[in-house]
């Protein structure tokens, strides 16, 4: 984590890899990288050279019988008291008709990243930026929607089980800017904007949260990174505790999913937290994917947002 600060300090631009458990970090200038290509709205290192059209063939996700087994876990904790809202996340192996290159080149997002053959995501969540005075904002991504339903955003914003999961990951994210920054602010409270899933569009609920770091950001952004990671989106609330359910309820090891890559042009940040995202697993793909969690949530609706979750957004 303290190449972050090295590059930072000397204002050399870089890009950078976080996994979801912070123990696998990749950091290199960007006149370094070898087979890595990613896209930000701050910068892009690449400019597609053909158009292809992608299709997940086939999808083989976990049964319903073992996803109840640990929405229920989930459950069980939420009435303890050790969780509010958990983000509960599992891999399908997946069949599609081209490679991860292939997928990488043809769809589209915000932030993309191909990471040496190993994944691929198409994220549409920012997770922090940071411009040269200082001020840091994140953007949380909640609630989801087909837009083709009557009313769909009218309903979205209506829904008291997507405005409860909202409200709480808006209030850890301030809390967690709060640990790093001073003069915690949110500036939208539940924006919706339209993206393309695949063959469907969707209504996505966001906030935006912004902050002022010291003056010395840069001598310190190991520290603000290790601080607010993981993200607070794709963990729940309280994130401590949190965390330690998901170890044990999920099963498997999340690795780069659900992390954050970003890049650095010498003055200013960017990030993305890596959801929508496909990975190696040998000759396999694994495409993982999940949802929030709550007492209210229904297990057969959150099974199959899990699925539903598993597009390409071409």
Request: with cysteine; proline share 6%; charged share 25%.
């Amino acid at each position: 984590m303290d190449r972050l600060t090295f590059y930072a300090k000397k204002e050399i631009p870089f890009f950078f890899v976080i996994s979801y458990d912070k123990r696998e970090i990749f950091a290199k200038p960007l006149n370094e990288l070898q087979n890595i290509l990613f896209k930000t709205p701050l910068l892009r290192n690449y400019h597609p050279p053909y158009k292809r059209y992608p299709k997940i063939v086939k999808k083989d996700p976990i049964s319903f019988a073992r996803y109840t087994l640990a929405f229920n876990k989930v459950q069980e904790e939420i009435k303890r008291g050790n969780t509010y809202l958990l983000n509960l996340t599992f891999p399908t192996p997946i069949i599609t008709s081209h490679s991860l290159l292939d997928i990488f080149y043809s769809t589209k997002a915000k932030f993309k990243l191909y990471f040496k053959d190993r994944f691929i995501c198409f994220s549409p969540e920012r997770f922090v930026k940071i411009d040269p005075e200082g001020t840091i904002s994140t953007y949380p991504m909640k609630g989801t929607i087909d837009a083709s339903i009557p009313n769909a955003k009218h309903k979205i914003l209506q829904d008291q089980k997507e405005m409860a999961e909202h409200t709480m990951i808006v209030d850890l994210l301030r809390n967690d800017l709060a640990m790093v920054a001073n003069s915690v602010r949110v500036d939208r409270f539940r924006y919706v904007d339209k993206i393309k899933a695949g063959d469907k569009e969707l209504l996505q609920v966001s906030s935006q949260i912004s902050a002022k770091l010291p003056p010395n950001w840069k001598e310190n952004l190991d520290k603000i990174f290790d601080t607010i990671l993981p993200a607070g989106s794709i963990t729940g609330a309280p994130k401590r505790s949190t965390c330690h359910i998901i170890e044990r309820v999920e099963g498997y090891d999340r690795g780069f999913y659900t992390g954050v890559f970003g890049v650095f042009d010498g003055y200013r940040l960017d990030s993305a937290v890596m959801i929508r995202f496909i990975e190696k697993n040998g000759n396999s793909l694994i495409y993982k994917s999940g949802g929030g969690i709550t007492i209210e949530s229904k297990a057969d609706k959150e099974y199959q947002e899990l699925i539903d979750k598993i597009y390409l957004p071409i």
